[in-house]
């Protein structure tokens, strides 16, 4: 099939890229970064989420939204509009009539939609994809199917400031049951499950961690989201 990915030259949408080259399937990335990944079936396009004019014509069957920024002045109109205006682009013909090829959408949002532990503007950005992952699924329906995977932590670059802090890592690994984040691989495989071998569940936002999303505490250099003050 014909599958679209958001953040393609790094992080999840790297991840998500390989996956459905490894399982023949053909994939245009999009990035504002060049492209990271060399293959046969791989097309690169660079261009911005966030300007809807600037998207190329393409006609995806698959199309998964991964392109995020954390902690900046635009996560909301990355995180959230930019995968608006992919879905919009390259889902529907018009507000309430998909486009005849497009079978599934999966958006990447994150654990902090679900439990706000993060970044303001960031957990926001993660909240609306929830919320707007399943208008997608209602106008999509029957048509096409639309989730969104939901992780915790996850080993990618942008999480460089915990990972690489002993202190601040041991933090987090106390506060998770499994003792580890996600790698990119693994929430790829969720990706991939969800839009190709699912065809029956639409309208679902996956929280997929390792216990860590019930602690509901943020841990980030100068940053204690969730804490308890020690009583005395």
Not at 150 to 162: A, F, I, K, S
Request: charged content about 20%; some cysteine; aromatic content about 6%.
């Amino acid at each position: 099939m014909d599958v679209l990915v958001t953040g393609a030259s790094g992080g999840i949408g790297r991840a998500v890229t390989e996956l459905f080259l490894e399982r023949g399937h053909r994939v245009d990335g999009l990035d504002v970064a060049p492209a990271t990944v060399e293959h046969a079936r791989y097309l690169h396009h660079v261009a911005d989420v966030r300007d809807a004019a600037s998207l190329p014509d393409l006609s995806p069957q698959i199309i998964v939204t991964c392109a995020g920024v954390q902690n900046t002045p635009d996560d909301i109109d990355v995180n959230l509009k930019g995968a608006i205006n992919v879905c919009e682009r390259y889902a529907f013909q018009s507000v309430s009539h998909p486009r005849e090829q497009v079978r599934s959408v999966v958006n990447v949002g994150s654990s902090s939609g679900h439990n706000g532990s993060e970044f303001p503007h960031y957990a926001a950005s993660k909240g609306g994809i929830i919320a707007y992952t399943k208008n997608l699924a209602l106008r999509l329906a029957p048509q096409a199917i639309a989730n969104s995977i939901d992780p915790g932590g996850v080993m990618t670059d942008l999480n460089r400031p915990v990972m690489d802090d002993p202190e601040l890592w041991g933090k987090i690994m106390a506060l998770t049951p499994l003792r580890r984040w996600a790698t990119p691989r693994e929430i790829a495989e969720w990706v991939y499950f969800v839009g190709v071998t699912n065809r029956f569940m639409t309208g679902q936002s996956i929280l997929v961690d390792g216990g860590e999303a019930g602690n509901a505490q943020f841990v980030w250099p100068d940053v204690e989201v969730g804490h308890r003050p020690t009583e005395g």
